[in-house]
């Protein structure tokens, strides 16, 4: 008799910097989304697979819910709202370490009218008292009718893998999506831009974050041990041009070499990494360059 298979697609909602990209990489086990301890570091809807021998989850890791400020903040926003209706469960996340606020308020609204079992996950329970906790969860208890409260640490790996046991058991039977190998279904082209993006957020100064999108032009083989990637780096003014470029060209390199190891770990390959440097006046606010850079009316 064949043994039982469950499957199903579950996404991650939560306000910007709660640790969902941490929690996705921990499950899958391998970087797929970007870490920053910038906001609303996360663009698009990032697909994560976790395949076990009974069960295959699909984690749809959403954009940070915030109030938006430009034409990229309404397509994050639309982004992550609109997994809702698409998805077997919803990981509602939200960080131990900061008491409920608006953004957490305005999520927990929107989920009322979500027909879809939801999991309230706390996160970062590493980073505070134990007697604080009972505090958290029976504040959010008075909020929704939560199927399960899970309290985690996604950075140290509490409480995860009983998370993903109990998702397995509470998901339908279903079909292997995706191949037993594969992690996420965002193509190599992506990963990369959203790696050498990471590295911007982590070297370069406040006014840098979300100005910045990165353009993967070109990836080819050069023989068998060599991959070359050729990307551009957009930004909205020349004074940030000269920050990512750096004095004699040294950030740059910095975020060359960078992201160079991450890209390599990913590809399994040596890779050279030629990086430039583009401004593109107010990209945020224009949907041709947000068309362009990736950030797609149709993806949501």
Not at 138 to 155: G, H, M, N, V, W
Not at 229 to 244: N, P
Request: proline share 5%; net charge negative; glycine share 6%.
């Amino acid at each position: 008799m064949n043994k039982e298979f469950h499957s199903g697609f579950v996404a991650i909602l939560g306000r910007p910097n709660v640790g969902k990209s941490t929690f996705l990489n921990r499950v899958v086990g391998q970087k797929i989304a970007i870490m920053s301890d910038k906001a609303q570091t996360t663009r698009n809807k990032i697909q994560g697979i976790y395949t076990s021998d009974d069960a295959q989850i699909i984690f749809i890791d959403t954009p940070g819910i915030h109030k938006p400020k430009s034409r990229l903040g309404d397509f994050m926003v639309e982004s992550a709202l609109s997994t809702l209706n698409e998805v077997d469960a919803i990981l509602f996340m939200v960080n131990a370490t900061q008491k409920r606020g608006p953004g957490d308020n305005f999520i927990i609204e929107r989920l009322k009218n979500v027909k879809k079992p939801i999991y309230l996950v706390i996160n970062k329970i590493d980073q505070i008292h134990p007697d604080r906790l009972l505090e958290i969860m029976d504040d959010y208890r008075q909020t929704l009718d939560y199927k399960e409260i899970f309290p985690i640490s996604a950075l140290e790996g509490n409480n995860c893998p009983e998370l993903v046991d109990c998702l397995i058991n509470d998901l339908p039977e279903g079909p292997q999506f995706y191949p037993e190998d594969q992690i996420t279904d965002h193509p190599e082209r992506f990963i990369a831009s959203e790696l050498i993006r990471e590295k911007v957020l982590h070297l370069t100064r406040e006014e840098i974050p979300h100005s910045v999108a990165v353009v993967v032009e070109r990836i080819a083989r050069e023989d068998e041990e060599k991959v070359l990637i050729q990307a551009t780096i957009m930004v909205e003014r020349k004074s940030q041009k000269g920050i990512i470029i750096g004095k004699g060209g040294s950030m740059l390199k910095k975020i060359g070499v960078l992201a160079r190891k991450d890209i390599e770990l990913m590809l399994g390959d040596k890779v050279y990494l030629e990086l430039w440097v583009k401004v593109q006046p107010n990209w945020k606010d224009r949907k041709i360059d947000l068309a362009s850079f990736g950030y797609k009316q149709d993806d949501y």
